[in-house]
């Protein structure tokens, strides 16, 4: 570290000195930093490619440094501007300016328009710095504000989708007590028929009903908390489980639920549910199998599934009849194309717990329906 290297001697005798000197250490690869008044230092580090200028702010008003580092730009004579604030006659000032050399001149001028510039541009570049933090802040405010806005509305629709289907299952309740003491008082049997009819016409209605407010009741799960060991729930299978593998390229995770393990996209994840309160005419805990004959259905809908989505809820749903000890069950899949039917029956085909199936309808035969009867 050198201070003033080449004063206290001619100054163009010593700016060469220093200059001298800093080749022979740049040459010994040897890191040196060095003070200076001199312009033809000032001159070198430009030129120079392993050297570089650089100034320490000094606030002229006041008279004093800022100490703030300004790589890059050399520090400028202040000797006239402190003059002036001293007190020394202009006149003196204006002399002493006219005895310079023009290119000296020149040079301190070039050298103040770059240092005043590079100010100029560290005050924007603080400037600009504030505003950026200040609308990060703005932006993080607005996602959360958006955020909370979100749950909100969730929060209200699950509300109204919860009392709807209340309101649903008493319809049900008592649409079931009506027809009921019709038929106690009726004697007339095809007006039981027609009864029989509109009632099941009643069931199936509020069954997809429900199924469509149970997939509105949807509690999104942020793709960040799709982890090894993590229970959601799955909306194609109606119950919780757990995450055994990492996302696949096709969004998609290995999950098992009770003894089922298969794949399933992340878009039909959500957070886990309290099984027990939820809509599911095929979900019974394995610690109550003691009970499954008297809360097992003996019905399920599949309809707006795919064959994927579709196949793995068919086999619990007779795995749980099956233990449920139930001689028929029902499977609602539709007429459509024919494609969920066909590979819904040759999954039953290979069952070890169905003895026999066939076609029939729901109602009065707008819906197809597979009829199982059970080993």
Do not use: W
Request: glycine share 4%.
């Amino acid at each position: 570290m050198l201070d003033e290297l080449g004063s206290g001697t001619d100054p163009l005798e010593g700016a060469s000195l220093a200059i001298s000197i800093l080749e022979y250490f740049k040459s010994k690869n040897i890191l040196t930093i060095v003070s200076t008044h001199y312009q033809e230092l000032k001159q070198y580090a430009i030129l120079e490619k392993s050297a570089q200028n650089a100034s320490v702010e000094f606030n002229i008003e006041t008279l004093s440094p800022t100490y703030k580092l300004l790589l890059g730009i050399p520090g400028k004579s202040n000797a006239f501007e402190i003059s002036k604030k001293l007190g020394i006659k202009k006149e003196i000032i204006d002399k002493a300016i006219s005895l310079m050399n023009k290119k000296d001149v020149d040079i301190e001028t070039l050298l103040k328009n770059i240092y005043d510039d590079k100010i100029e541009i560290e005050k924007k570049k603080e400037e600009i710095t504030k505003n950026l933090n200040q609308i990060e802040l703005l932006r993080n405010n607005l996602q959360k504000d958006n955020e909370d806005l979100k749950k909100q509305e969730t929060e209200l629709i699950n509300n109204a989708k919860i009392k709807a289907r209340s309101i649903l299952l008493d319809a049900k309740d008592e649409a079931k007590r009506i027809i009921s003491e019709i038929k106690r008082s009726s004697t007339e049997t095809p007006n039981i028929n027609k009864l029989n009819t509109l009632k099941n016409k009643l069931d199936f209605s509020i069954k997809q009903t429900l199924l469509t407010d149970e997939k509105a009741l949807v509690i999104p799960i942020d793709k960040k908390q799709i982890k090894i060991g993590t229970t959601v729930f799955v909306t194609t299978l109606s119950q919780n489980g757990v995450i055994l593998s990492n996302i696949n390229k096709n969004d998609e995770v290995q999950i098992q639920v009770g003894t089922i393990k298969t794949k399933v996209n992340i878009k039909y994840l959500e957070e886990p549910k309290n099984i027990k309160n939820a809509l599911n005419t095929s979900t019974v805990s394995t610690s109550s199998k003691i009970s499954k004959t008297k809360n097992q259905s003996s019905e399920i809908n599949i309809i707006g599934l795919t064959v994927d989505e579709a196949i793995p809820i068919v086999d619990k749903f007779i795995d749980d009849c099956f233990l449920s000890h139930l001689s028929t069950a029902r499977i609602v899949h539709g007429k459509g194309t024919g494609k969920l039917r066909q590979a819904v029956h040759s999954y039953l085909k290979t069952n070890k717990h169905v003895k026999s199936f066939r076609i029939g309808t729901f109602g009065e035969g707008e819906m197809g329906v597979t009829v199982i009867e059970l080993n």
